[in-house]
Structure formats: structure tokens, C-alpha cells
């Protein structure tokens, strides 16, 4: 298998570094924010990625009857890497769940009010699939939505009931949200629609993380959906959530800020004495060290390894061609890279000592107090787009041909 970028592409992420470089904002770049700083989340980051938006980056691998580039993923994997290895915004929900979806399974209706607001990044969405009794299990979700039509005859869904740890419900315009339309049918009893954050009904209230992060519980009571916000057919929603799924585990668990705290910890090592002696010359620490980068080092190839199996679809699916989604691949990434963040998390806390428990930005603080936030924020990691145990399944089933219940 080659991992080898091709001149083009060098080129590109020569040209997407020089561009970031030149925008070096504390208010749109900060790698302190670890995994959340992903999140397009303020004025700021929203006009950078405006910025992206006009250099035709958003859009590069959607057709381009739709605005894109008909580009391969490979260069959006070079984007996103750029952009988390400094701690800035990426392309996801809206070039990606949404943006995707909406091209491959929406109506003309929804592909003209939307896929060019995306393309702007005139628009922010929040994903509502989890629920208080229906987390990695998303085929279990119950916020009900019943046929409506209202009183000047226009046809829709009624819906009511609470979602759970949605991110951006505090500063998004739509919800892209999973409904329960059916139900006696648990899989095919799903629908997907698109819904207005501002209207009556809608009620949101903060949680925060142990990231020091916001995540939100979002309650709807008699919300009005019209039947043209509706994506694709209807108790079909769950197969869209599934395919979409696959990308938010790769998107959303970058390699490049892994990587940043590895060198952040192996620079600590290097330039520090402990009891009169170099930290380097331990040799726990060195076997510790060691192991660490030989496990970034199967992380970097195994997130290779799902942009070339999802680049041989891309191909099949422009040539007309049965496909299916590197699903594995997805979840093998992203069950090893999480994980692998995680261990990193706690040897840098064992190396560091004592002075590694201090808040993020404590000056004094071994690596500057980086070694605690990462130890809070990785815990997150290992849940979102699917926990370690979901990973586990899909990959003992759809990857070893296992039976469900083994």
C-alpha cells in the first residue's frame, strides 16, 4: 500500500500552511482547546473559514454541479490535519455529515437552500442523534415525530421529546436531527430532517464537560417540521446516520494533534533533569517513550490506510459502481487513535510528576500544564462518534464476520 502524497498534493499542504501561517489568531488558533478546537464556534473562526470558503476548500470533493472541486478526500485529510496541527477549526458537520448527505439522499429543495450557505460557511449545524437512553446506540433514539398539518394546511411533523450532548445547539442555526417516525420498526423507523434552532419550543440548556467545555440537553415540545425539510425517504434515516458516521470517526479524531503533544512530551524528556540526572537516560522512561511512538506511528498509517480505502470508493462511486464505505477501517482509527491519545494523556501526567496536575498554562508547570488538560479532554475522545466498546463491535462483526451476540 503507498502512503507517499503526490506532488500536487505536497503542494497543496505547502499552500494550506503558508495560508494558516498568515492568520496565526490566538482567537481562531489554539491548540489548549485540544479536540474541541475543531468546533467553528465564534465570529472569528467563522471568518476563517469563510476565507477557506472563497479559496474553494470547502467544497472540494462535492461535485461540481453542486459548487465542489470533484476532488479525492485525500486533500480534505490534508486540510484537516493542517489545520488541527495548529489547533484551528475544520471542515466536518457541514461539508461532511450534512453537506454529503444532503447531496447523495436530499431533494432539490434542501440541496439549493443549503449546500451553498456551506460553501459560504454562512450557516452552523449541530447534530442531534444521542439521548438519554440512546447514546452509541443511536437505532434506539425516541424523540417522536407524528404527521401534522397545520391550520393554513401545510404538511409536516409534529415532534416532542429531549436530545443529549449536543455540542453546538448554542450557537448553531439548524439541528440536524434523528426522529423516531415509526415506532414498531427500530432501524427503519428513523427519519432525518432539518430544523431551525430559534423557533418556539425549542429549549436548550447547558452542560459542562470535564474539558471545560460546553455540550448542551435540547428539549422540543410540539416543534413543527414541514415535509420539505425532510432528508431522503422518510424511516430511512438510520442507514444516512450510519454512512455518515463512518466520516465523523475519522474527521473528527485528527492525527496531527496526537502527534503535537507526543513531541511536546518527548521535548520535555529531552531538556529536563530529575534528581541530577537527564530524564532521557531512565529507562523506564526511554522504553516508555519508545512505545509511544511506535504506536503514533501505527496511528499515522492506519488513518492512511481509511483516506486510500475511502478514495478507491470515491472512484467507484463516480464510475457508477457498487461501493461500501470504509466502516472498519473507520472504526479500527478510531478505537486505536483514541485510545493510544488516552495512554499518551496518562504517561505524560506519570513522566511529568507531581507538577503535571496544575491547570493548562501554569508557566511553571511541566510542558506548561498541557499534560493536564489533554488527561481531562481525551476521556471525551474515547465516546464521541461512538465509544471504544461500539468500535469493538463493529469490528468483531462487519470486520471478523463474528455474530452479534459472541
Do not use: C
Not at 485528527?254 to 518527548?266: E, V, W
Not at 481525551?378 to 462487519?398: C, F, L, P
Request: aromatic share 10%.
Amino acid at each position: 500500500m503507498d502512503f507517499d502524497f503526490s506532488e500536487e498534493q505536497k503542494q497543496f499542504k505547502v499552500e494550506v500552511e503558508a495560508f494558516i501561517a498568515d492568520r496565526d489568531d490566538i482567537d481562531v488558533f489554539d491548540l489548549t482547546h485540544e479536540n474541541m478546537a475543531q468546533i467553528v464556534d465564534t465570529p472569528e473562526k467563522r471568518a476563517f473559514m469563510k476565507e477557506m470558503g472563497h479559496k474553494g476548500w470547502l467544497g472540494m470533493t462535492w461535485p461540481e454541479r453542486y459548487g465542489g472541486s470533484d476532488g479525492e478526500g485525500v486533500y480534505e485529510y490534508i486540510l484537516n490535519e493542517a489545520l488541527a496541527s495548529k489547533g484551528g477549526p475544520q471542515i466536518g458537520k457541514g461539508v461532511g455529515i450534512i453537506g454529503k448527505t444532503v447531496i447523495a439522499h436530499g431533494s432539490d429543495f434542501l440541496k439549493e437552500k443549503f449546500l451553498p450557505m456551506i460553501l459560504e460557511n454562512d450557516v452552523e449545524f449541530a447534530v442531534g442523534y444521542s439521548e438519554p437512553n440512546a447514546g452509541s446506540d443511536a437505532a434506539s433514539m425516541r424523540l417522536k415525530g407524528e404527521k401534522h398539518t397545520t391550520e393554513d394546511g401545510r404538511t409536516g411533523w409534529l415532534l416532542n421529546g429531549q436530545k443529549t450532548w449536543t455540542t453546538s445547539a448554542h450557537f448553531a442555526e439548524w439541528y440536524w436531527l434523528g426522529v423516531r417516525t415509526d415506532s414498531d420498526n427500530k432501524h427503519m423507523g428513523i427519519t432525518l430532517m432539518l430544523v431551525p434552532l430559534d423557533q418556539e419550543g425549542i429549549e436548550i440548556q447547558g452542560i459542562w464537560t470535564m474539558g471545560d467545555e460546553r455540550t448542551n440537553e435540547v428539549w422540543l415540545d410540539d416543534v413543527f417540521v414541514p415535509d420539505e425539510y425532510v432528508v431522503g425517504e422518510v424511516n430511512h434515516g438510520f442507514r444516512y446516520i450510519s454512512q455518515a458516521l463512518d466520516l465523523e470517526r475519522f474527521t473528527l479524531f485528527t492525527y496531527s494533534p496526537i502527534k503535537q503533544r507526543l513531541d511536546l512530551l518527548t521535548e520535555y524528556v529531552v531538556d529536563t533533569e530529575r534528581d541530577g540526572s537527564p530524564l532521557k537516560d531512565d529507562t523506564v522512561v526511554r522504553a516508555e517513550m519508545a512505545r509511544l511512538h511506535t504506536d503514533a506511528e501505527v496511528a499515522r498509517v492506519m488513518g492512511l490506510r481509511v483516506v486510500t480505502e475511502a478514495v478507491k470508493v470515491e472512484h467507484k462511486a463516480k464510475a457508477g459502481k457498487d461501493f461500501q464505505p470504509p466502516t472498519v477501517q473507520s472504526s479500527e482509527y478510531k478505537l486505536f487513535a483514541t485510545e493510544f491519545s488516552q495512554r499518551l494523556a496518562s504517561a505524560s501526567m506519570d513522566i511529568g510528576g507531581h507538577g503535571t496536575q496544575t491547570r493548562v498554562r501554569t508557566e511553571d508547570s511541566p510542558m506548561v500544564g498541557r499534560a493536564e488538560s489533554t488527561y481531562r479532554y481525551t476521556v471525551v475522545d474515547t465516546i464521541g462518534g461512538g465509544t471504544s466498546e461500539i468500535q469493538r463491535n463493529i469490528i468483531a462483526r462487519r470486520g471478523l464476520g463474528l455474530p452479534k451476540n459472541f
